[in-house]
């Protein structure tokens, strides 16, 4: 009669190999996860800033809450160093951000997302944006209000998930690139 050694289970060697399969599939799957979940932060915040300089400008030229016969012209004060962006009104044409003189108001402060830095910022001169009433142009407030000259806004990732712009023209049109 013949005997049969049959062996049941797997070898240490079978074991390790499947086991380092599994770590190189699950390393992928993180860096692909960290580096979409990176993507959507950027997305998100580039939106927002664009959803918040087209406020303005409608807010400019729909004549929002203009009481009392006192026009107000909106602007959007980007603050590179703290990454915040401000929406604010002037009831004087081309005012720059300033939270002291009451004709200045702060409407909307808010934070740009935690992973997500505001890099760099070209405007003709300063960081303020307000937008002209009846045509909607674009303006530098801080310079006296002359056109943007094709005013840019950069974000880049603080985790190296690459980096978008924000163009504003003259006319005040947003786009992103």
Do not use: W
Request: hydrophobic share 40%; glycine share 10%.
């Amino acid at each position: 009669m013949m005997k049969f050694n049959l062996k049941s289970g797997y070898s240490l060697v079978e074991l390790s190999i499947v086991f380092v399969i599994f770590s190189f599939l699950v390393a992928i799957g993180v860096i692909s996860f960290r580096n979409y979940l990176n993507q959507q932060g950027m997305n998100t915040a580039t939106e927002h800033i664009v959803a918040l300089l087209n406020r303005a400008r409608s807010y400019t030229l729909g004549s929002f809450d203009d009481s009392g016969g006192t026009e107000r012209n909106y602007g959007v004060h980007i603050d590179v160093a703290n990454d915040t962006l401000t929406l604010f009104f002037s009831t004087k044409t081309c005012a720059p951000f300033d939270q002291g003189p009451p004709g200045n108001a702060v409407i909307q402060p808010e934070r740009i997302i935690q992973s997500i830095d505001i890099s760099s910022i070209n405007i003709s001169a300063g960081s303020d944006i307000i937008f002209q009433r009846i045509s909607g142009d674009a303006k530098a407030a801080n310079s006296g209000c002359v056109a943007l000259g094709g005013g840019t806004i950069t974000l880049q990732s603080r985790s190296g998930g690459g980096s978008k712009t924000i163009h504003i023209s003259d006319t005040g049109v947003i786009s992103i690139e």
